[in-house]
Nanobody, 124 residues
Framework: QVRLVESGGNLVQPGGSLRVSCVVS????????VAWFRQAPGRERDFVSA???????YYNDAVKGRFTLSRDNAENTVVLQMNSLKPEDTAVYFC??????????????????WGQGTQVTVSS
């Protein structure tokens, strides 16, 4: 059974930092591309960042320079470090995974497995 479990969401003030993690089980993790998407109320689920099996990292322009994505294949984990957070970063953050590579890492329809999400709220 494939499971993606997110953790680390919280309430943080503007300008603050937060780290969210995703543990993946039930797959050969090092062959998977793993991504984060986010969804604010009434909005579409948007691409945030992805890391492929070769450790190449992709970012949405809205988070580039503020967010850093990494993976640990020994722990089957990806970690999204979020700095300089803004109120517009408020959303439910979802972890997603698919086997192999694709040029469409920012397309949510490419992803086979999804987690349940973790809430990130940026507010004073």
């Amino acid at each position: 059974q494939v499971r993606l479990v997110e953790s680390g969401g919280n309430l943080v003030q503007p300008g603050g930092s937060l780290r969210v993690s995703c543990v993946v089980s039930g797959v050969t993790f090092n062959t998977y591309t793993v991504a984060w998407f986010r969804q604010a109320p009434g909005r579409e689920r948007d691409f945030v960042s992805a890391i492929d099996r070769g450790f190449k990292v992709y970012y949405n322009d809205a988070v580039k320079g503020r967010f850093t994505l990494s993976r640990d294949n020994a722990e089957n984990t990806v970690v999204l470090q979020m700095n300089s957070l803004k109120p517009e970063d408020t959303a439910v953050y979802f972890c997603a995974a698919y086997s192999g590579g694709t040029p469409y890492v920012d397309d949510k329809d490419e992803y086979t497995y999804w987690g349940q999400g973790t809430q990130v709220t940026v507010s004073s």
